[in-house]
């Protein structure tokens, strides 16, 4: 209701190509989270969709492009 993005939805910032070194970091409260990557530059390809978890980075098969995951979130859940 005040105009918070508590989702993050917007796009994520891409200035370069993500490495193993140095991959793209994404913040996820969820243990999986999907990523889109239209590579780098940005919208150089369509989008290919990635799954990240919080143990194992992802690489785009179109640009190369490396993603991991900052999991911010708990590891257990009592639901």
Known sequence: MDGVDVFEMQPLEVT????????IVVRSFAPLRQVGCTGFPVDS?????????????SRCPECGSVYSMDFQGKETHHH
């Open 45 to 57: 390809h369509d989008t290919i969709w990635l799954n990240l978890t919080k143990d194992k980075r």
């Open 16 to 23: 370069r190509l993500g490495t193993k070194a140095d991959p």
